[in-house]
């Protein structure tokens, strides 16, 4: 390269002599073009020394022009059009892990570049490597030549990511329904995210490789952890942003309509075995009824979205009243809600074959769920787990099974003999030889809690 420029530099020197010349012997009709051209040949030298600054450093641009370093996704609009050939290229480039991407054939805008960059950033859960903010050079024309995309790690490091990504991936969905409706597979997803992960209070996780291995994250982690994973279901989930609650979460399409699914905020409980269906599956207007009566910080508010969820078909579902997981057993849900009487009974378990039309199954009994300093809990907290032909079930004190296969005539009842004073059964864990692990705590809001065994059906 030095050699090339001591070239360049003898040929302007003679370019400059001969111009000298023409002037002293008054050659006045060549001096303005030989003058023009000394002038152009001195601009094509800058631009060849900044060509070979640039080159100074392997992952620089290779293309010359202005450079804007401040592209950012936290102006993300999911209702933005993006330009699909524009797309193409840069999730060719992002995928082989490039360090510059050149769009000099596509000639497209700064603001398409932008708009681009976030909608993959937003929605390309297996980008976990690819870092918010990147650089663009560009011609005098604002015409974008290249991007040159920043990663969290060297390529080889993203390639041994991947790996790990994919097993992750592999393990989320490896229980899922292999013969169920959409309903089956997204209510899988939403109860496995729920139970297994939990908030980031460090407010740093972002991305889906980090949260599928460390089962925390934030509420853009859920919501690419849930695009990720229903893909692999064959569903499809988009993300819902909304800048006025700096909150993301998704949409998803089952049986051809859009529904909102806010898995972090259904992420709330205290306990492990407890989960909530508050924003499963809602319409836009049901969002904003179930949040109505809240103070506004705690509602849904002011999203944008690529899709509109008008389906109003889950609104009304009465999983809305549950907070334990839903079951399936041959085709019937099972799931429980707080009892009418609660003088009576502590619960009871709804089922039915259709999760919008349930029917009372059975009346939980026994002991309150204490509330601490000798109050109790009129909600339900009844745990449900499925071993066999049988149903387990839980008040306060007590685990219940039933036979499902003749419910009226086998009907068992153990009464949990380590209970300290005030504690109170808020779960079952499961059932691993012959031994049932359940969840006991003093109160719900402790968020302390201890185990205990009892002996299983045999």
């Known amino acids: 390269m030095k050699g090339f420029l001591r070239s360049v530099s003898a040929l302007l020197l003679i370019i400059f002599f001969a111009s000298f010349c023409l002037w002293r012997y008054e050659k006045l009709s060549l001096i303005d073009d030989v003058t023009s051209y000394f002038n152009g040949a001195l601009e094509r030298f800058d631009r060849l020394l900044a ?13 010359s022009g202005p450079v804007d370093s401040g592209g950012n996704y936290t102006d993300y609009n999911p209702s933005a059009d993006v330009d699909a050939s524009l797309e193409e290229a840069l999730r060719e480039g992002i995928s082989n892990i490039d360090t510059v991407i050149d769009l000099s054939s596509l000639s497209p805008t700064k603001e398409a570049v932008k708009t681009a960059m976030a909608s993959i950033a937003y929605s390309s859960p297996e980008y976990f490597y690819l870092q918010p903010s990147y650089k663009m050079t560009f011609s005098s024309e604002e015409t974008v030549l290249s991007v040159a995309p920043n990663y969290t790690a060297t390529k080889d490091e993203v390639l041994g990511m991947r790996e790990v990504y994919l097993q992750k991936l592999a393990e989320i969905v490896a229980d899922a329904p292999e013969n169920g409706t959409d309903f089956d597979k997204i209510l899988y997803l939403h109860d496995y995210f729920v139970q297994n992960y939990s908030y980031d209070e460090t407010l740093t996780i972002r991305d889906a490789y980090t949260f599928f291995t460390t089962k925390k994250g934030v509420c853009q982690a859920y919501m690419l952890g849930l695009i990720a994973a229903a893909r692999e279901l064959g569903i499809e989930a988009i993300p819902v942003t909304s800048d006025k609650m700096k909150h993301a979460w998704n949409l998803v399409k089952i049986d051809g309509a859009w529904y909102h699914v806010d898995i972090t905020w259904d992420d709330s409980k205290s306990y492990p075995t407890l989960t909530s269906y508050t924003y499963f599956l809602q319409s836009d207007a049901g969002l904003v009824a179930i949040d109505a009566t809240k103070k506004e910080a705690d509602r849904h508010r002011e999203w944008v979205t690529a899709q509109a969820a008008t389906n109003t078909k889950y609104d009304a579902a009465v999983f809305r009243k549950t907070n334990t997981p839903i079951l399936n057993h041959n085709g019937v849900y099972y799931l429980t809600v707080r009892a009418e009487d609660t003088k009576s009974s ?43 032909q049988y149903l387990y079930y839980n008040s306060g004190n007590s685990i219940s099974c039933v036979n499902l296969s003749a419910p009226t005539t086998d009907y068992r009842v153990y009464l949990a003999t380590d209970l300290a004073v005030g504690e109170s059964i808020y779960g079952i864990i499961g059932i691993e030889n012959g031994r049932l692990t359940y969840l006991k705590a003093a109160t719900l809001y402790a968020k302390t809690y201890t185990v205990g065994t009892l002996d299983a059906v045999q």
């Open 51 to 63: 060509i070979a600054d640039s080159k100074s450093e392997e992952e620089q641009e290779p293309l």
């Open 346 to 388: 502590r619960g009871a378990i709804l089922s039915g074959t259709d999760i919008t039309a349930m029917t009372h199954f059975l009346d939980v009994k026994g002991g309150y769920w204490a509330a601490g300093q000798g109050s109790y809990y009129t909600d339900c907290f009844t745990g449900l787990w499925l071993e066999g």
